[in-house]
């Protein structure tokens, strides 16, 4: 059940990529494919954090652990 | 002055250095002290961001509503967004406005700009002195008194306090 | 009990992707630059906000790190979002057909001897509008 939804959020992000993907490619002037290229890097980390869930570790979003265990 | 520039960013490194840890004991706490003290003294003495901050029980007090308004603010703007996007005419009004600040700290001149710019609707293009431009996605006032109610003064009141 | 918790963060994860896509949709259909930055910057926050949220939810020993992607993400986004619109208003991109009023085109930018073309540029949009 939880796989399910959240399947079906990962399908979700895949579109908003690919719309965003449209307005890079077409984009009229400069500022409109760098304000697309910031939506991608802010959807990129949504779509980490939900693939940390499918992995199933939290090596996507781990930092700073090998100075401890060191 | 300098000291309590010192002590909170000493505090909120060491909060920091917990969270992305996630686990709390001995050796993790002399680490992440010992980090946050060199950090803190050798980078934050002459910086002056915290020093305008009023640590009194109501500016902290008043710290967390503001918080939560914010939060607030930002998921109903956001729907408002959302159905803006969603309905087929686009009903859009869109313009750039004039507003003024009574804030004099510059940290506090900041997150004010930095929540206008949060809440979906609101966008500022330029800061200059008092005077705050404003992209609003729908204009209801273009004259400056009637834009300054609409936009500032629900987030002003709380940082006047915070920031006094 | 703990199936409940799961299944309340997953819903929370679906209405955050639901906000990036309708954040995607407002970036292509939008008339002009200032709106796309509008809608694509900061729905997708709110976006991004809830998702993390939802996954935070579903592993709870995982909320740290969660917390401090959620204030750098609260942090920087507007920065950035600020910085573009700016800059755009200054090489001369010019507001939609639909735009009810532009207070700024009266002050140039920053006092460059450039800066005098564009806003001859700017007001005769605005005389072309009236």
Redesign the interface.
């Known amino acids: 059940?939880?796989n399910l939804?959240?399947y079906?959020?990962?399908g979700?992000?895949g579109?908003?990529?690919i719309?965003?993907l449209?307005?890079f490619i077409k984009g009229d002037?400069s500022?409109?494919r760098?304000?697309?290229l910031?939506?991608l890097t802010?959807?990129s980390?949504?779509l980490i954090?939900?693939i940390?869930?499918f992995a199933g570790r939290?090596i996507y979003?781990?930092?700073?652990?090998w100075?401890?265990v060191y | 002055m300098k000291i309590k520039n010192i002590i909170v960013a000493f505090f909120l490194l060491l909060a920091t250095w917990f969270l992305l840890n996630g686990k709390y004991d001995l050796t993790t706490l002399g680490i992440g002290i010992m980090l946050s003290l060199f950090i803190s003294l050798v980078f934050c003495g002459k910086c002056e961001i915290f020093s305008e901050m009023n640590f009194s029980p109501k500016g902290i007090l008043y710290f967390f509503t503001y918080i939560f308004v914010s939060l607030g603010e930002l998921i109903k703007s956001n729907f408002d967004v959302a159905r803006r996007v969603v309905s087929p005419s686009l009903p859009i009004n869109p313009g750039i406005v004039e507003v003024e600040t009574k804030l004099k700290s510059k940290l506090g001149r900041m997150i004010l700009a930095n929540s206008i710019t949060l809440t979906p609707g609101t966008l500022t293009v330029k800061v200059e002195g008092d005077t705050f431009f404003i992209h609003c996605i729908n204009v209801e006032h273009t004259d400056i008194e009637g834009a300054t109610k609409d936009i500032v003064k629900k987030f002003e009141k709380y940082l006047e306090v915070i920031y006094g | 009990m703990n199936e409940i918790i799961e299944i309340i963060g997953a819903v929370i994860t679906l209405i955050g992707a639901i906000f990036l896509f309708l954040g995607a949709l407002g970036l292509v259909r939008m008339p002009d630059v200032y709106n796309r930055i509008q809608t694509g910057t900061k729905a997708t926050t709110l976006g991004t906000m809830l998702t993390l949220v939802g996954i935070g939810i579903i592993h709870l020993d995982w909320y740290g790190k969660i917390l401090v992607l959620i204030v750098f993400v609260l942090v920087s986004n507007p920065i950035s979002s600020h910085v573009l619109a700016g800059a755009a208003h200054y090489i001369g991109i010019p507001l939609s057909k639909r735009s009810v009023v532009d207070k700024m085109s009266k002050k140039p930018v920053l006092t460059v001897k450039k800066q005098t073309n564009i806003t001859e540029t700017s007001e005769k949009e605005e005389t072309k509008q009236n």
């Not at chain 1, 979003?61 to 652990?65: A, E, S, V």
């Open positions: 059940m939880v939804i959240l079906i959020a990962l979700f992000i579109l908003a990529v719309l965003t449209y307005r002037t500022v409109d760098i304000i697309a910031d939506v802010i959807s980390i949504a954090g939900l940390s869930h939290v979003i781990w930092t700073l652990h100075f401890t």
